[in-house]
Antibody
């Protein structure tokens, strides 16, 4: 059974970079057939898809975040990562990593709350 | 972006009730529609994908239907663990987008 776990700083200062890593266990990122996604949920609000990466390094991003976003993969550690630059309070959210095959997200991490504040 | 609109925003029901939640897409999305259940403090859980396919391990009281722009999620007989927030999501076009959620209470 695949499991995902997010990790990274819980507090980020405005205009700095938010960095999170998702560690995958129970499945290999390089086995193919799955896209590895990031999704966020603003406090008391709905869900926003951020982007995904395939093990080959192919990525696709939400255009609203594309200019500040980079998703990378580290197959040797079975991890993928998110970097979001120039953050503001609007980026405060619970960040989830998840696995998907054809756009549906069938396995999720527990999520981690990242707060942007000085 | 494709806008997903769910109705109702909240719904009061009782154990044993049959419940239907609707989701409408701002443009046709074929059957690229997924449903999730989220409980407080937890990650969303995939219930149904491709409009009507039940995810493994999900009880058969959950059914999905629809294509094009209009979709529904039906819970045939509510159980205590079904009180949660439900989201639809389109996976037809990037960026994937979610509905605003329906709180079932």
């Amino acid at each position: 059974q695949v499991q995902l776990q997010e990790a990274g700083p819980r507090l980020v200062k405005p205009f700095q970079t938010l960095s999170l890593t998702c560690t995958v266990s129970g499945a290999s990122i390089t086995s193919g057939g799955y896209y590895w996604s990031w999704i966020r949920q603003h406090p008391t609000k709905g869900l926003q898809w951020i982007g995904f990466i395939y093990y080959s390094g192919y990525t696709d991003y939400n255009p609203s975040l594309k200019s500040r976003l980079a998703i990378s993969v580290d197959p040797s550690n079975n991890q993928f990562s998110l970097r979001l630059t120039s953050v503001t309070a609007a980026d405060t959210a619970v960040y989830f990593c998840a696995r998907g095959q054809f756009g549906e997200l069938d396995s999720w991490g527990l999520g981690t709350l990242v707060t942007v504040s000085s | 972006d494709i806008q997903m609109t769910q109705s109702p925003s909240s719904l009061s029901a009782s154990v044993g009730d049959r419940v239907t939640i609707s989701c409408r897409a701002s443009q046709p999305i074929n059957k690229f529609l997924n449903w999730y259940q989220q409980k407080p403090g937890m990650a969303p859980k995939l219930l149904i994908y491709s409009s009507s396919t039940l995810q493994s391990g999900v009880p058969s009281r959950f059914t999905g239907s629809g294509s094009g722009t209009d979709f529904t999620l039906t819970i045939s007989s509510l159980q205590p663990g079904d009180f949660a927030t439900y989201y639809c999501q389109q996976s037809y076009k990037i960026p994937y987008t979610f509905g605003q959620g329906t709180i079932l209470e």
